[in-house]
């Protein structure tokens, strides 16, 4: 039943996707130029031995999946109790409440591969894939996607106006993206800021889609990174689950 | 054969008990309604009917079925209209029924003909292709009501069908709603408005505090607790208490508002007048057949809209 649910998000999606993509994808893109060559001019000699654009353009990738799926977690959610008030809607249907979060959920999701996937595309064509293992920079996208989106929705169905979404990025979301490892190494923090970047969801995608890109082993065992990102997406569905159910059953 | 089966059924919010035991009987085809004012309790007890709000206490089966265990199951075989419109205001109003049936596992080529058929019916098939955004209240709750029907419900359900509405607006939605009621559907509504259930409802229960205070068909429960008739009196004065003395015995009953005063008797033109008799002169003077208004004055001793 969830499917119908994912299906009527992407009905909805028809709309306005021309806008969207814009922000999904244009403006990582535009972050890539910006960083990877301009930046990356100075970065003489590279970073950790591979050029300093192919370097960050996979941490770029796997914070892009992460950007995008917040973004799909936040107002949507918040207004399909509080605005458009969805949810009630279907709640009236036989669907149940799992169902849904999972079809919303699944739709968080599609936006993420959607939007990697395109940039991934554009990367590879500047050359900076270096191996084949790059294809499961996608799959990774997807998980750090569920990995954020998860408690994201708890957070988004637990709060009452959008004021507290600019809590939510300013406290988790910019931060996050700066101290992940995107755009330096995590090494080159101070030792406590280094435990909230292993702390915090993105770097274990980052770590990953960079081993991936440019063929070499990742920083933690591959596994290690899955089931922690696993483990946020598990935790967080929980969460989402329980404050659905308490706004819908009353 | 019933359909919705309540013994002692309760809602409680923390402290705050919502429905206080109430039971009640829907049987197929008829229009059953709850009357009641804000706060009665009408609202909850259609929403452990629609099984989104699970019972306190007390018995519910609907369907045969346990909405505890068998919700969706349930849910599939209702139509739901809710008191706050929840279309989506982004997609066209064709949408907003293709999507909605696929919910019940519709295949899309029979949502895409149901929906023809009840944009037909509900009089939008002009706005089949418009968003819902710019469309006018009637419209949207028009809209809502054909939402409802796209399962081809056993039971509708309708949570004040037209609150908010203009009298145009609500006239048409009437007599939708009684198209349906001829065409075999059970209809369970909601209301505040009583000259709405007096048109409506072949049964009703009035609501009073999360308690069922009255139940009948709308005749029957006027003959009951109201006088054929009702003459109303205005009187110029500060207070329209000072009055009520000297119309003491015309009728069986004499109810004084802060605004008029109304004398319950079988024969208005009668009671007219005696009052002109005992030299009293009303600014006004109105006489009507009781409603369930009265009715609902007489069992609680306050109206209905305030």
Not at chain 1, 102 to 109: E, K, M, N, P, S
Not at chain 2, 82 to 102: F, H, K, M, S
Not at chain 2, 117 to 141: C, H, I, N, Y
């Amino acid at each position: 039943m969830a499917r119908y649910v994912f299906e009527y998000h992407l009905v909805s999606y028809r709309r306005v996707w021309r806008g969207s993509v814009l922000s999904s994808f244009v403006l990582p893109l535009l972050t890539m130029l910006g960083f990877g060559v301009g930046v990356g001019a100075y970065v003489t000699g590279g970073v950790e031995g591979a050029p300093y654009l192919d370097w960050m353009v996979p941490g770029l990738i796997a914070s892009t999946a992460m950007q995008i799926a917040i973004g799909e977690s936040t107002w949507p959610v918040l207004g399909g109790f509080e605005w458009r008030r969805i949810y009630f809607g279907q709640s009236a249907a036989p669907l149940r409440v799992a169902d849904i979060l999972d079809g919303h959920l699944a739709f968080a999701v599609f936006r993420t591969l959607t939007s990697c996937g395109a940039f991934l595309l554009v990367a590879a064509a500047f050359g900076t894939m270096h191996s084949w293992w790059a294809l499961a920079v996608l799959p990774i996208a997807g998980l750090v996607g569920l990995a954020v989106a998860t408690p994201t929705f708890a957070y988004a169905s637990t709060i009452r106006s959008d004021s507290y979404l600019a809590v939510l990025f300013r406290l988790g979301v910019i931060p996050m993206s700066l101290f992940s490892g995107v755009f330096f190494p995590v090494e080159s923090l101070p030792v406590a800021l280094r435990w909230i970047a292993y702390a915090l969801p993105l770097w274990h995608g980052v770590d990953l889609s960079r081993a991936a890109t440019l063929g070499v082993a990742p920083a933690w065992s591959p596994l290690g990174h899955v089931l922690y990102l696993a483990l946020w997406a598990g935790v967080g569905w929980l969460l989402a689950y329980r404050q659905f159910g308490r706004r819908l059953v009353v | 054969m019933t359909l919705i089966h309540a013994r002692g059924l309760v809602k409680r919010f923390g402290d705050f008990t919502a429905v206080d035991g109430i039971d009640v009987d829907v049987r197929r085809g008829e229009a059953f309604g709850f009357l009641g004012p804000n706060g009665a309790g009408k609202s909850s007890t259609m929403r452990m009917i629609g099984c989104v709000s699970p019972p306190t206490d007390g018995v519910l089966r609907i369907l045969d079925l346990d909405p505890r265990r068998d919700g969706p199951a349930i849910r599939a075989r209702l139509g739901v209209c809710p008191q706050l419109d929840n279309l989506d205001l982004e997609l066209t109003v064709r949408e907003n029924l293709t999507t909605y049936a696929r919910f019940f596992g519709i295949p899309r080529k029979v949502a895409r003909a149901r929906a023809a058929e009840l944009l037909d019916f509900v009089q939008l098939t002009e706005r089949a292709d418009s968003k819902v955004e710019p469309l006018s209240g009637g419209m949207r709750r028009r809209l809502t009501i054909a939402r409802a029907l796209v399962n081809e419900p056993e039971i509708v359900l309708l949570d004040e069908p037209t609150t908010g509405l203009d009298p145009q607006a609500r006239h048409l939605v009437w007599e939708r709603l009684f198209r349906l009621k001829q065409q075999g559907v059970t209809l369970v509504l909601t209301t505040h408005y009583m000259d709405e259930a007096e048109q409506l409802c072949d049964r009703l229960v009035v609501m009073d505090g999360g308690k069922i205070v009255a139940e009948g068909s709308p005749r029957a429960l006027i003959e009951r607790y109201s006088t054929r008739e009702v003459v109303e009196l205005r009187f110029n004065a500060e207070s329209q208490e000072a009055f009520a003395e000297k119309l003491a015995g015309i009728g069986e009953r004499v109810e004084v508002l802060p605004d008029r005063i109304l004398l319950y008797v079988a024969d208005g033109d009668e009671a007219v007048a005696e009052v002109q008799r005992r030299a009293l002169s009303p600014a006004s003077v109105l006489v009507r057949r009781s409603s369930l208004e009265d009715v609902f004055l007489h069992l609680t001793g306050r109206t209905l809209v305030d």
